[in-house]
């Protein structure tokens, strides 16, 4: 016998609130998906503490949290380029986000193409950043080795006294996820969840329904 098989221990059901049938039954999604988007986001703003926050997946497999900073008819968001997901956007310029808002029970998968924003939109937004952030981000040499913290941190708190302009630091970015795919997601109570995918072909965006 497969000794995982005696040794299995399973997370109980933790009974999250999802969406009833009725109300899931209610669920009329729109012709374009960033309708359908922005019609969700604008609910989730009022629940959920950070609604922009997303999933960033790109080749490797490598997923981990970005905050998208621009939601039109593409999604934008800002790194530094010397960053592993840079690295490897570079490599396979396609890339998926994934956001959660549990709150209102909803998941939305994006796919699609990513390319470079211009360096006067990357400029522009670090404009609009809290010093403090310019700052960190201008002294970071993000997922190299870091001797000390503490180091950084007595820098950071040198500097913060005396700047009042930190310059847009050369390895500040932006890139722009122009979406193919999505996929919404609604929890229901019952296990019963509606999942709807888009698909774009040519400028026309196709939807079907999935099985949960």
């Known amino acids: 016998m497969d000794p995982r098989v005696r040794k299995s221990k ?26 359908f988007f922005n019609f969700l986001f604008k609910k989730a703003i009022k629940t ?10 790109t080749d490797g497999p490598n997923g ?6 621009s939601i039109d008819k593409s999604f934008y968001f800002f790194t530094n380029k010397h960053s592993q997901k840079v690295k490897e956007l570079k490599r ?3 890339a998926s986000l994934v956001f959660y808002w549990p709150t209102i029970s909803v998941q939305i998968r994006v796919h699609g193409f990513v390319s470079k924003l211009p360096r006067k939109i990357c400029v522009e ?12 981000l201008s002294l970071s040499k993000q997922s190299k080795v870091l001797d000390s913290w503490y180091d950084l941190k007595n820098k950071f708190q040198k500097y913060i006294k005396k700047i009042k302009l930190v310059p847009t630091p050369a390895h500040w970015c932006g890139y722009e996820i122009k979406p193919q795919k999505f996929e919404f997601w609604f929890g229901s109570t019952e296990r019963l969840h509606r999942r709807f995918l888009y698909k774009k072909s040519g400028r ?5 329904e999935l099985y949960p």
Request: with cysteine; net charge positive; aromatic share 12%.
């Open 10 to 35: 399973y997370i109980p059901n933790l009974k999250p609130k999802y969406l009833t049938l009725n109300v899931l039954s209610e669920i009329k999604p729109k012709k374009n998906p960033f309708v």
């Open 64 to 69: 981990r949290m970005v905050l998208i900073k």
């Open 125 to 136: 937004y670090f404009s609009l950043r809290p010093l403090e952030s310019q700052l960190a």
């Open 204 to 208: 026309k965006w196709y939807i079907k």
């Open 48 to 57: 959920e503490p950070e609604p922009n926050a997303a999933t960033l997946c």
């Open 92 to 94: 396979k310029p396609r």
